[in-house]
């Protein structure tokens, strides 16, 4: 099940190529232990972390990459509750509490609420961080799991985009564009 919903419209130049993947050679990687599949200019790191919990064991899963200053990353973290309303809305509120404080003082913080194809809920935001640095980050959050798809690019790496004709918002779509959610 693909992440596009209203946003294929606007994602569309993904499937299409975009003038700014060529620098970067798009690799398509499946994790299914995490149940998730998406494609990345780089190798990523892979973590994963378990939490004894009640009532049930947390898994997280880490998918992490950096090429030409702008980092890669996807997370899947299971839900520890059985899941309901209340889930959806816990895991938005405490991912945009995270992306409002860890990248140091925000600028500019904007959502968008939409749905994906299969009727996930899904966000998507843009934060520009003070110093100059952006971050742009997708999350879909299911009867499973929360799923985070983030770019970023530091103040200090800015320039690279500049010399190598990268569009971020583009690059970025073309990454959020690719993340499919996998059935269990």
């Known amino acids: 099940m693909l992440i596009r919903s209203a946003l294929l419209v606007l994602f569309c130049?993904?499937?299409?190529?975009?003038?700014?993947?060529?620098?970067?050679?798009?690799?398509?990687?499946?994790?299914?232990?995490?149940?998730?599949?998406?494609?990345?200019?780089?190798?990523?790191?892979?973590?994963?972390?378990?939490?004894?919990?009640?009532?049930?064991?947390?898994?997280?899963?880490?998918?992490?990459?950096?090429?030409?200053?702008?980092?890669?990353?996807?997370?899947?973290?299971?839900?520890?509750?059985?899941?309901?309303?209340?889930?959806v809305s816990e895991s938005f509120d405490s991912n945009e509490f995270l992306l409002m404080s860890m990248f140091g003082e925000v600028e500019h913080f904007s959502v968008r609420n939409h749905r994906t194809t299969k009727g996930y809920e899904s966000r998507d935001y843009d934060v520009?961080?003070?110093d100059g640095g952006k971050i742009?980050?997708?999350?879909?959050v299911n009867e499973f799991a929360t799923y985070q798809a983030l770019v970023g690019v530091t103040s200090e790496n800015l320039h690279i985009l500049g010399q190598k004709k990268l569009d971020f918002v583009k690059v970025s779509e073309k990454f959020f564009g690719s993340v499919e959610v996998l059935n269990k």
Request: glycine fraction near 4%.
């Open 13 to 87: 130049f993904a499937s299409c190529g975009g003038q700014t993947s060529v620098s970067f050679e798009w690799k398509t990687i499946e994790f299914t232990d995490a149940r998730i599949r998406a494609s990345l200019p780089c190798v990523p790191k892979i973590s994963k972390k378990s939490f004894q919990d009640e009532p049930r064991p947390i898994q997280i899963y880490g998918f992490d990459c950096e090429i030409d200053g702008i980092r890669f990353s996807l997370s899947v973290k299971n839900h520890q509750n059985d899941f309901t309303l209340k889930t």
């Open 136 to 140: 742009r980050s997708l999350i879909v």
């Open 128 to 130: 520009a961080i003070t």
